[in-house]
């Protein structure tokens, strides 16, 4: 019985397995890591390309077995709580991620792998399967109501792309929601910062009051919020889904300029 608890939701239509297969682009000096690969059915498709090195990562410990007896030597399985695991994988490049991740952790295991330190030298892409409400949030465009903390943390770093929506009805047990297949690639320039967290505390109190216009919550950040308002340009009669990504970004870098 597959386990709600855990996001099981199995995938079980072989043209969309191949066309999320495709869409990555496998080829034989790889290393491939899949998250969350449950019965294998991804995986089995994935292992036709021939990667170099096949790593996935399953929490469930019935499925981790039953992986292990399905593919024996030729993948390397992982039984392990991936949001347990970012600080150990370190793996060969080129490193491609692949996953139809279990919902109720999707964000979190994407933004953990956003935060990690000079992304592009680890992760060539990232190949996932989300709820389509939540890849609507990570594509979201400024000036649309979307638009929020995940399109920002998530264009700080990457290149997003939607390959295809994907009817429910291709899983087991189908879900209640669309899903959507997103690729993201992490980019060689990107702004730095001291501290991720300050990013996400900037956007938390902007996207927390995400009615009220930005005054407020610019008063809160910064003393001289005026002057500031004049030198990045920004309308302070504006509501905080009008900034832009890059605006966003300015305002952090400002913004730890105080703290420390
Ligand atoms: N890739 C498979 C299964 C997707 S369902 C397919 O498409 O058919 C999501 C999978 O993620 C399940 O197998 C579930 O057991 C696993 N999972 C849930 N939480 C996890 C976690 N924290 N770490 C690793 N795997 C997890």
């Known amino acids: 019985m597959p386990k709600k608890s855990l996001g099981q939701n199995f ?5 969309i ?5 495709e869409s990555g682009d496998i080829l034989n000096n790889d290393t491939i890591l899949e998250i969350g ?3 294998g059915n ?11 090195r096949f790593i996935v990562i399953e929490k469930d410990k019935n499925l981790a077995n039953l992986l292990k007896k399905k593919f024996n030597s030729k993948i390397e399985v992982i039984n392990k709580d991936i949001l347990d695991c970012y600080d150990k994988i370190n793996f060969d490049m080129p490193i491609k991620v692949f996953g139809n991740l279990p919902y109720n952790i999707s ?6 792998f956003i935060k990690i330190e000079n992304l592009k030298s680890k ?12 890849a609507d949030r990570i594509l979201a465009e400024e000036n649309t109501k979307n638009f929020g903390r995940l399109s920002i943390l998530t264009s700080w770093k990457t290149n997003k792309v939607k390959v295809m929506d994907i009817d429910p009805k291709y899983f087991f047990p189908k879900p209640k929601v669309w899903s959507s ?15 991720v967290k300050n990013l996400e505390h900037l956007t938390n109190i902007f996207f927390n009051q995400r009615r009220k216009m930005i005054k407020k919550p610019l008063k809160q950040l910064f003393k001289n919020y005026e002057k500031i308002a004049q030198d990045l340009d920004l309308d302070l009669n504006t509501r905080p889904q009008n900034i832009t990504n890059k605006k966003y970004l300015e305002l952090c ?8």
């Open 11 to 15: 995938l079980r239509d072989n043209k």
């Open 17 to 21: 397995l191949n066309n999320i297969v």
């Open 37 to 39: 690969p449950g019965t």
């Open 42 to 52: 991804l995986t089995e498709v994935i292992l036709k390309k021939n990667p170099k």
């Open 107 to 112: 964000t979190k295991i994407l933004t953990s």
């Open 123 to 134: 992760f060539e892409k990232f190949v996932f399967v989300f709820q389509k409400e939540v």
């Open 181 to 195: 297949l997103l690729i993201l690639t992490p980019r060689l320039k990107v702004e730095k910062f001291k501290n």
């Open 253 to 260: 870098k400002l913004y730890e300029n105080l703290v420390k």
